[in-house]
């Protein structure tokens, strides 16, 4: 295998007296998925924050391709471009056209000359089948449309790898299988990216390695087939079961 | 019964306009102190809110104490303070002045654009009024709410870029209804000027009184040129906000 894209060494994070994560670490290669999941509150949301500095770890290291970039001396806007992070509540830039959305990071940070980054965005748009789209506003778009221009946006950057927080989780249950298709096939092509989610009908589909958070830190790690066949502790199960019971799962949603 | 000369309010009208050569020009005079101070305050006002919605400890300290003594303390106070500062710092303040004058309907009209009175009058206006807009536009900035810069830095802007690209669009947007309250209000505050003998449209009247006598149907007038000018105003903005706007802000 190659070298790990993303290493995460032991992530310590606390806000005021609350000790969120308690000493995290795990590696991502090229292509992986990894799916985060446990009990809310559990410290997941904050660990993607953490990996793309947008919320600074106490202690710990993440490298990226081998840099650290928890070195306070990286420049850290050039790295996120390279970490492209998905929202719980989508945060599309109110002001712009889907169309628009999509090419301002190109135009912006990687100085994309304006038809250039607007026919790369349509590019992408397309691959979330959102081109129909492309000139309305977020609040003219469902939440799912919303959600799959957000992708859209992260893609538009080609990252080296993707933040998933919690993707569908806002999302009405008729819409959330066009944002897991969507991402699956995001998966299938092939690019690297860590989930925060509860569908647990995607980590069956396309998870690599799935890891159980809980109370700040990793309780257990494995793969699908290991976590829905003989999960080792009782928490997990437990957790899982509440899952089943809750949600059911959309695995039906998924081709 | 004694019988008076009941004043006739037609001849008083006509006796007023008579001097709507110095009422116009003044009537320039104040606009042009708005137009100014309007922009002086907002472009002030818009490093304001920005320093005390992101500068830090020591910096949004600064905008927010700069915020409360300008609001806290009388206007007139204010503009005195800034035009007898220079003199009691032995700094001479020079006799100088811009003028500019035109031919209107046979009557010369001449403005004094700015001399040291017109500046002192200017700059107070301008930083008082940036007091004010600052709070307009950091409430604006406040409700386009944090996760809009995240995401934008999550892009791999900087934080000056996702409040240049991101947030200002949005709050300059969201911020014309209430902001139109400091550009209504802005007018009427700049008669202060008159109490340093800047010829505003104030001052024009009073001088008015003094030849003619007529007291109230001369205010009057006054008062009525505001209120056209005022409502000019908010409906300007009105349609500004209307061309701007976009759904879901």
């Keep these: 295998m190659d070298k790990p894209i993303l290493q995460v060494v032991d992530i310590w994070k606390s806000y005021e007296d609350l000790q969120v994560l308690k000493g995290v670490s795990f590696e991502l290669r090229e292509g992986e998925v990894k799916v985060l999941f446990g009990p809310s509150g559990s410290g997941k949301s904050t660990l993607l924050r953490c990996i793309n500095m947008l919320n600074p770890p106490d202690k710990g290291e993440v490298f990226l391709r081998g840099e650290n970039i928890t070195d306070p001396n990286v420049n850290i806007n050039a790295i996120r471009a390279k970490i492209g992070m998905v929202f719980q509540h989508f945060n599309l830039f109110a002001h712009l056209k889907a169309i628009d959305n999509v090419s301002i990071g190109l135009r912006r940070v990687k100085g994309f000359p304006k038809e250039e980054a607007r026919a790369k965005a349509l590019e992408v748009l397309q691959s979330v089948k959102m081109e129909d789209w492309a000139d309305h506003y977020p609040a003219e778009l469902s939440g799912g449309q919303q959600q799959r221009v957000g992708i859209a946006r992260a893609l538009a950057m080609d990252p080296d790898v993707i933040l998933f927080d919690e993707p569908t989780s806002a999302l009405d249950p008729e819409l959330i299988g066009e944002v897991l298709q969507v991402m699956l096939d995001i998966a299938k092509a092939g690019k690297t990216m860590i989930v925060v989610t509860h569908e647990m009908g995607f980590a069956k589909a396309v998870a690599s390695e799935m890891i159980f958070l809980g109370d700040g830190v990793i309780i257990e790690s494995g793969t699908p087939e290991h976590f829905f066949v003989s999960p080792k502790s009782e928490r997990v199960k437990n957790f899982l079961n509440q899952l089943d019971v809750l949600y059911g799962s959309h695995e039906k949603l998924l081709k | ?249």
Aim: glycine share 8%; hydrophobic share 55%; charged share 10%.
């Design chain 2, 1 to 249: 019964m004694i019988l008076q000369d009941r004043p006739n309010p037609i001849r008083e009208l006509l006796t007023v306009l008579e001097y709507w050569d110095h009422i116009f020009s003044g009537f320039l005079l104040t606009m042009w102190l708005y137009g100014w101070a309007l922009l002086m305050g907002f472009v002030l006002g818009l490093i304001l809110a920005n320093l005390r919605q992101y500068g830090g400890w020591l910096l949004s300290r600064i905008a927010s104490g700069y915020i409360e003594f300008m609001r806290g303390t009388p206007l007139l106070a204010q503009l005195f303070f800034i035009y007898f500062l220079p003199s009691s710092l032995n700094i001479p303040v020079g006799d100088w002045e811009i003028v500019t004058s035109f031919t209107i309907l046979n009557k010369e009209i001449t403005i004094i654009l700015l001399n040291y009175r017109t500046l002192a009058g200017l700059i107070t206006l301008g930083l008082n009024s940036a007091a004010y807009q600052a709070e307009y536009l950091r409430g604006a900035i406040m409700s386009v709410g944090t996760e809009q810069l995240m995401a934008a830095q999550s892009l791999g802007m900087s934080r000056i870029a996702g409040i240049w690209h991101v947030v200002l669009p949005q709050a300059l947007r969201r911020v014309i209804p209430a902001w139109s309250n400091e550009a209504a209000y802005l007018p009427k505050y700049t008669v202060v000027v008159y109490f340093i003998g800047v010829k505003d449209l104030f001052a024009q009247a009073h001088f008015t009184v003094a030849l003619t006598f007529i007291s109230v149907t001369t205010y009057v007038i006054i008062a009525i040129i505001f209120l056209v000018t005022i409502t000019l105003i908010s409906k300007g903005l009105d349609i500004l906000h209307k061309k701007t706007t976009i759904p879901g802000l």
